[in-house]
């Protein structure tokens, strides 16, 4: 869960992950999951399903993409 003075500026108290697949090929680090926007009443107010890539360089994140369906998040 994150939270942050930037997620209050756009209308939500929090962002709930919820971790869907993960796989390793190499150095990259493919996820998928769901971005669940809550709002200060604790309600969902939108979610959308995100996919992350992660490029490693030894122990550290050197690249980060991550995308999603823009109609989902409208």
Known sequence: ???????????????????LHSAVSGNLVFNEWIDRLIDAS???????????????????IANWRDYLDA???G
């Open 71 to 73: 109609s989902q998040a």
């Open 1 to 19: 869960m994150l939270k942050g003075h930037k997620i209050l500026m756009l209308g939500f108290e929090q962002v709930k992950v919820d971790i």
């Open 42 to 60: 604790g309600k969902e107010f939108k979610s959308f399903r995100v996919l992350g890539i992660f490029e490693l360089e030894g122990e550290k």
